[in-house]
């Protein structure tokens, strides 16, 4: 019982893991094309925030 739960912690950590790296690029990547849209508007000469 204490194996299987060690287990599956253990799967569940590396999952994460792996999760975390992959999806910190992605929101990083999104981050990145939110401030150049933002820009864009302001040199525009729209209203930024709208």
Not at 21 to 34: D, E, N, P, Q, R
Request: overall charge positive; hydrophobic content about 70%; aromatic content about 12%.
């Amino acid at each position: 019982m204490i194996t299987t739960i060690a287990f599956v912690l253990i799967v569940l950590w590396l999952v994460g893991f792996i999760g975390f790296h992959i999806l910190g690029s992605f929101i990083h990547i999104l981050l990145v094309i939110a401030v150049i849209m933002f820009l864009v508007r302001i040199i525009q000469g729209k209203n930024p925030i709208q």
